[in-house]
């Protein structure tokens, strides 16, 4: 399966003050850009182009480095642009998640506070998640482009921390974007439609 840049599912303005104009030419038109030229590129060279995404980055992890990366990173972003969307975050989540949270995080507010925590102590580039295993809910962390499916894990909700998601609007304060994040940008729909997808 060729990978693809999607167009993003709202202007480019949509998002700010939370995220800007700038950072989404550069995040999705430049990075995430390279990352399906030369995932393409680099699943070919494999011969493993023929192949799901989900498929490619399970069957290139640990012994495919740069496709592992950029096939990663694609799968990661093409929810991304998803997972954000305007008036979005917050506290007003569709039931069913917020039984799930509430049952298996302890609330939202712990939820909040261990998803930025997640985000937050991440070293260096990487994401933190919201995932379904054995049909609960856990909170992780990853380096670089890895994401849960190559941990037994479904990701219902991630967010980049990669210093190109975040650095334009607000410098070297990660905490702040990740606190932007959760509370003004999150998309719950979309991640109410993976979890029930997860379950």
Do not use: C
Not at 51 to 71: D, M, P, R, T
């Amino acid at each position: 399966m060729a990978f693809e840049l999607p167009a993003l599912p709202y202007d480019y303005d949509a998002l700010a003050p939370f995220m800007s104009r700038e950072t989404l030419e550069y995040h999705h038109d430049k990075h995430h850009k390279a990352y399906v030229d030369n995932g393409n590129k680099l699943a070919a060279e494999a011969g493993l182009e023929n192949l799901s995404l989900e498929e490619i980055v399970k069957q290139s992890y640990g012994k495919n480095a740069g496709l592992f990366n950029n096939a990663g990173q694609h799968y990661n972003h093409l929810h991304f642009w998803h997972w954000l969307k305007k008036n979005g975050g917050g506290k007003k989540l569709p039931g069913a998640l917020e039984k799930a949270i509430d049952s298996d995080l302890g609330g939202y507010d712990k939820f909040r506070t261990d998803f930025i925590a997640a985000g937050t102590t991440q070293f260096g580039s990487g994401w933190a998640w919201l995932s379904v295993k054995n049909g609960k809910l856990e909170i992780s962390k990853t380096p670089n482009g890895e994401n849960p499916l190559v941990h037994g894990a479904t990701p219902i909700l991630g967010v980049d921390v990669w210093e190109h998601s975040y650095y334009i609007d607000y410098r070297n304060a990660r905490p702040k974007y990740l606190e932007a994040f959760v509370d003004s940008l999150i998309n719950w729909d979309y991640v109410l439609e993976l979890y029930e997808k997860a379950k």
